[in-house]
């Protein structure tokens, strides 16, 4: 399969190297030099051009592509390419083939258009990314702890959590997974994904080891289950508010889709913004309505106002500001002035792990949300979430879908002969009122129908998967 990607900043050259990892056959355009250097170690063909002429998509083979992904900064610019990418490639192949096109979108008037299917009519962009409600969805997970480094939600309740196993662990430590599950009540949580330091990431088995300093990722399903995972790998666990009470600072687009999912939740939100236009915007909007919600018109730099809205009392502080920095500012200030959890939505990738050692308690990397978006559409054959595991950056999570195709259905697990260098984490069936659930796998558990099996594996044999269960 051969991809094109138009951008090579942060989102196309991660995006790449993702794909690489897969053995695609990956050609990325940028017309800063700059990017093109720095995507040059990833071992795709890389060429400096721009993505809204016609010479560059036939420079880069677009008669054999399958996919083109549009990833530059400019919402204009992405959707140009996607229309000339499609039109380039119909005329290349004179109409015998198809080209997926997405267009990663932060306008919402370009989104709207999307979302009433206006966007591919005239634009010829197939599928939009728009990660802000994903990031949002981790991080709310992330703050009901202060010891996750990641949440990734797996959809109908599952969820794949990343944390460090500490010298407190001693159920677990220097034992083997088989023999720990047999010390731990309850049982094992299953771990998909084990990062030693010095030493690639991998899919662990029942004789791996897990020592104090592991990063480990686990498959759970239901926030609630978050506490005891804590324990058993050594962190302490602190219980989360049935009405938590949330301050946001900024009224901007990403603030106020964050206080509409906490109302959402049940949560009380206070939203502080400096700029008076946006917070009466904001006041006369719909949700400036809502019984749960205040908006303060003031700066949340300022000492005295936080005082002045008893920001103490408040369980969670949440920047997610249009700069990082001044988000990182906002929610330390929070911090300092008493509030427990504070969260960040961030666009730079280096300041997330910088931000956890200053004391915030959860971070979200939303061009890393981008990317495991984008890596959803493109691997269209299975259905559900795509997930590179950002602790584990060797192990990806996929869903495999439960076809009557395959000779294992309304067999047992055991008899799908899952190899062994991959690991199910959940099995996901609908329920009679056609919604999702997902149940914990277990060797004699059935297969049916339209089952979907999470399974977490090495990056470079998702093809293997695909053409072993015929996806």
């Known amino acids: 399969m051969r991809i094109i990607i138009g951008g090579g ?225 050594g962190h302490e666990a602190i219980d989360f508010p049935d009405i938590p009470k949330v301050a946001i600072f900024g009224a901007n687009r990403v603030g106020v889709r964050l206080a509409s999912a906490w109302l959402e939740s049940g949560g009380l939100v206070t939203i502080v913004e400096r700029d008076l236009q946006k917070a009466n915007n904001l006041a006369g909007a719909v949700i400036g309505n809502h019984p749960k919600l205040e908006i303060i018109h003031g700066d949340y730099l300022d000492k005295d106002l936080l005082n002045e809205i008893e920001i103490s009392s408040h369980d969670i502080a949440i920047a997610a500001l249009n700069n990082d920095h001044a988000s990182i500012a906002a929610a330390l200030l929070a911090s300092d002035s008493g509030v427990k959890r504070t969260g960040l939505i961030l666009y730079e990738a280096d300041l997330v792990s910088v931000v956890r050692r200053m004391g915030i308690t959860f971070a979200v990397d939303i061009k890393r949300v981008s990317v495991d978006s984008i890596l959803a559409l493109i691997h269209t054959e299975l259905p559900g979430p795509y997930a590179v595991l950002s602790s584990v950056p060797d192990v990806v999570g996929i869903c495999l879908p439960v076809t009557e195709k395959l000779k294992f259905v309304n067999k047992t697990l055991a008899d799908a002969k899952i190899p062994d260098w991959c690991k199910v984490a959940f099995i996901q069936r609908k329920n009679t009122k056609g919604e999702w659930e997902t149940m914990r796998p277990s060797p004699k558990k059935p297969l049916l129908e339209d089952d979907r099996l999470t399974i977490f594996l090495p990056p470079d044999r998702v093809y293997d998967i695909e053409r072993k269960f015929k996806v």
């Not at 795709?44 to 549009?70: C, M, P, W």
């Not at 300093?213 to 005891?228: M, P």
């Open 9 to 233: 900043g942060r989102v196309g050259t991660e995006l790449a190297r993702a794909l690489r990892n897969e053995d695609k056959d990956v050609v990325l355009i940028d017309n800063d030099p700059r990017a093109v250097k720095n995507a040059q170690g990833i071992d795709i063909l890389v060429l400096n051009g721009d993505v809204t002429q016609r010479s560059k998509f036939s420079e880069a083979g677009i008669e054999h592509a399958q996919v083109y992904v549009a990833a530059t900064d400019s919402d204009e610019g992405n959707i140009i390419s996607c229309a000339l990418a499609k039109h380039a490639h119909k005329e290349a192949t004179r109409g015998k083939k198809e080209l997926l096109t997405i267009c990663r979108i932060r306008n919402p008037n370009f989104i709207e258009e999307a979302k009433s299917g206006k966007l591919a009519q005239w634009a010829g962009v197939d599928q939009v990314v728009h990660p802000v409600d994903d990031a949002i969805k981790r991080l709310m997970s992330g703050l009901r702890s202060s010891s996750l480094s990641e949440v990734i939600p797996f959809q109908a309740d599952a969820y794949i959590v990343e944390l460090d196993v500490t010298a407190k662990a001693t159920d677990v430590v220097h034992l083997s997974l088989r023999e720990s599950g047999a010390k731990v009540e309850g049982g094992m949580p299953l771990i998909v994904g084990l990062k030693r330091e010095n030493s690639p990431g991998k899919v662990p088995n029942a004789d791996d080891q897990i020592i104090p300093g592991d990063r480990i990722a686990i498959a759970t399903a239901g926030e609630s289950s978050f506490n005891r995972i804590l324990r058993i790998f």
